[in-house]
């Protein structure tokens, strides 16, 4: 079955970094773009970034463009976040997705606290 587990998540002072890592099994991963999504309580989850199958191409919300970074392993079968320039409005749990089959896949998230 697909699993994706999230990691990597703390707590941080505004302009640190994180780095976000996403193991996934349970389908030809090298064969799906992937996603990160984040989510603040009462709010809906909000895509932050996309990878392409080979990386080659990627896509950023407005919000996070020039400050995340995303990555992706195809023989480790991960998928990496960075996070720089932190701040407080990037606090929320941060989920890895796959749509595969027409359903969406996402982890239990990892917790980003960015605070001072």
């Known amino acids: 079955q697909v699993q994706l587990v999230e990691s990597g998540g703390g707590s941080v002072r505004p302009g640190g970094s994180l780095r976000l890592s996403c193991a996934a099994s349970?389908?030809?991963?090298?064969?799906?773009?992937m996603r990160w999504y984040r989510q603040t309580p009462g709010r809906e989850r909000a895509l932050v970034a996309a990878i392409a199958q080979d990386g080659g191409q990627t896509h950023y919300s407005d919000a996070v463009k020039g400050r995340f970074t995303i990555s992706r392993d195809n023989v480790k079968d991960m998928v990496y976040l960075q996070m720089n320039s932190l701040k407080p409005d990037d606090t929320a749990i941060y989920y890895c997705?796959?749509?595969?089959?027409?359903?969406?896949?996402y982890g239990r998230g990892t917790q980003v606290t960015v605070s001072s």
């Open positions: 349970g389908f030809t991963f090298s064969n799906f773009h």
């Open positions: 997705n796959v749509l595969l089959n027409k359903n969406n896949y």
